[in-house]
């Protein structure tokens, strides 16, 4: 049969008229229906590992919007709470995990088939949306990266420039690609779950991706996403897989080919009439319009979309944000935004 999925058209290589169309943080909180349901949970992370509540959000831009993808309501950090991180999040401020810098911390996380109990909830949710969702309306499942994952465990927190990350790998080489191959072994074990539980689509986030000098680059944010890319399809042959280097420049240029890659997904620093000759000439791409369009809305924000639009019209594409949805966003300028991408 045919392929109805305007997404998994698109990653197929299909071009279309209308780009089918999502947006990262989809489920989040400019909607006043993610309030509600995330304070009916408490914390974030409540709202996480809730099967019935994950379901609910991550319909609820579905509902409200009728996206062409679903992306699975949980966090890139339940990956290292799996291996036996801390994990809880600080309100205003973000994530905070217990830090991996000595050998000691090291040894103490689990092996990588160690994580299924705690993540067991996640694909329940997984299997929920697969029975839930539209017909129409692809799953996505994700991960992130293991530099960007990385980053975090070793800092202990989100940090501006990767600084005690970059530290790590430059002064204890060993220990930082030990971190970085365990990291992907439970990556590639959560990921084939999330699929048999029903995704459709992997995307992979290296939202840090950017801050690697070439030579790092090509070791710790290209060859792990091919390594995840490569065994995913091994075990589920045909299964698409998104990757997001952001921030990578003139690096997302052969991105696609060295990693295996079905599409690539560009921040909004890459221009599109440059990533269309450069990027889109290996398939699919998706993006790239500014967040911040979502607050200010307008003209500006018609114009931009209608630019992203043509720019990338003689390829395959998936429209999104360049980066995920911001709390203080209106709700009218995505419709617009929606709008302006299917009518014109
Ligand atoms: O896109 C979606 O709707 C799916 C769910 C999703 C979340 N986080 C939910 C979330 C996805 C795909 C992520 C990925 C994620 N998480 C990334 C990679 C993408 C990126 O943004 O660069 C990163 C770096 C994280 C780690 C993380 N989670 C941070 C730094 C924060 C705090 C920042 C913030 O916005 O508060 C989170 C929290 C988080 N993850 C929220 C949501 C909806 C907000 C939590 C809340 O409701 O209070």
Same mark, same amino acid.
């Given at each position: 049969?045919?392929?109805?999925?305007?997404?998994?058209?698109?990653?197929?290589?299909?071009?279309? =008229?209308?780009? %089918?169309?999502?947006?990262? @943080?989809?489920?989040?909180?400019? &909607?006043? $229906?993610?309030?509600?349901? /995330?304070?009916?949970?408490?914390?974030?992370?409540?709202?996480?590992?809730?099967?019935?509540?994950?379901?609910?959000?991550?319909?609820?831009?579905?509902?409200?919007?009728?996206?062409?993808?679903?992306?699975?309501?949980?966090?890139?950090?339940?990956?290292?709470?799996?291996?036996?991180?801390?994990?809880?999040?600080?309100?205003?401020?973000?994530?905070?995990?217990?830090?991996?810098?000595?050998?000691?911390?090291?040894?103490?996380?689990?092996?990588?088939?160690?994580?299924?109990?705690?993540?067991?909830?996640?694909?329940?949710?997984?299997?929920?949306?697969?029975?839930?969702?539209?017909?129409?309306?692809?799953?996505?499942?994700?991960?992130?990266?293991?530099?960007?994952?990385?980053?975090?465990?070793?800092?202990?927190?989100?940090?501006? =420039?990767?600084? %005690?990350?970059?530290?790590? @790998?430059?002064?204890?080489?060993? &220990?930082? $690609?030990?971190?970085?191959? /365990?990291?992907?072994?439970?990556?590639?074990?959560?990921?084939?779950?999330?699929?048999?539980?029903?995704?459709?689509?992997?995307?992979?986030?290296?939202?840090?991706?950017?801050?690697?000098?070439?030579?790092?680059?090509?070791?710790?944010?290209?060859?792990?996403?091919?390594?995840?890319?490569?065994?995913?399809?091994?075990?589920?042959?045909?299964?698409?897989?998104?990757?997001?280097?952001?921030?990578?420049?003139?690096?997302?240029?052969?991105?696609?080919?060295?990693?295996?890659?079905?599409?690539?997904?560009?921040?909004?620093?890459?221009?599109?009439?440059?990533?269309?000759?450069?990027?889109?000439?290996?398939?699919?791409?998706?993006?790239?319009?500014?967040?911040?369009?979502?607050?200010?809305?307008?003209?500006?924000?018609?114009?931009?979309?209608?630019?992203?639009?043509?720019?990338?019209?003689?390829?395959?594409?998936?429209?999104?944000?360049?980066?995920?949805?911001?709390?203080?966003?209106?709700?009218?300028?995505?419709?617009?935004?929606?709008?302006?991408?299917?009518?014109?």
């Amino acid at each position: 049969m045919a392929e109805t999925k305007t997404i998994l058209r698109a990653l197929a290589g299909e071009v279309q =008229d209308v780009p %089918p169309i999502w947006m990262m @943080r989809q489920a989040g909180r400019y &909607l006043p $229906e993610y309030r509600a349901t /995330r304070a009916q949970a408490g914390d974030f992370l409540s709202l996480c590992y809730n099967p019935d509540l994950a379901t609910e959000v991550t319909l609820q831009p579905i509902r409200r919007y009728g996206f062409d993808a679903a992306i699975l309501f949980a966090d890139i950090l339940l990956v290292p709470q799996a291996l036996g991180a801390d994990l809880w999040f600080v309100t205003g401020e973000g994530p905070r995990l217990s830090t991996i810098t000595t050998q000691a911390e090291f040894d103490a996380l689990k092996p990588a088939m160690d994580i299924h109990e705690v993540l067991s909830p996640i694909y329940q949710t997984v299997r929920n949306l697969s029975q839930e969702l539209p017909s129409e309306t692809t799953l996505i499942g994700f991960a992130g990266a293991p530099w960007t994952v990385a980053t975090y465990m070793i800092a202990g927190r989100g940090t501006p =420039d990767q600084g %005690p990350a970059h530290a790590l @790998r430059l002064e204890n080489p060993a &220990l930082f $690609e030990a971190l970085i191959s /365990r990291i992907t072994a439970a990556t590639i074990d959560y990921l084939s779950m999330q699929i048999e539980a029903g995704a459709e689509v992997i995307k992979i986030f290296d939202s840090w991706a950017g801050s690697l000098p070439d030579d790092a680059f090509e070791k710790y944010a290209l060859e792990p996403t091919r390594a995840i890319t490569r065994a995913l399809k091994e075990r589920h042959p045909g299964i698409p897989v998104i990757g997001f280097p952001r921030e990578a420049g003139e690096k997302y240029v052969g991105f696609a080919r060295a990693t295996g890659v079905d599409c690539v997904a560009l921040d909004n620093s890459a221009d599109p009439d440059w990533a269309a000759r450069h990027v889109q000439v290996d398939g699919c791409v998706q993006g790239n319009l500014a967040s911040r369009h979502m607050v200010t809305g307008g003209q500006a924000l018609v114009d931009e979309t209608r630019q992203i639009v043509q720019a990338f019209s003689k390829g395959p594409h998936i429209f999104n944000l360049g980066h995920g949805i911001t709390p203080d966003a209106d709700l009218e300028n995505v419709q617009l935004m929606i709008d302006t991408v299917r009518g014109g």
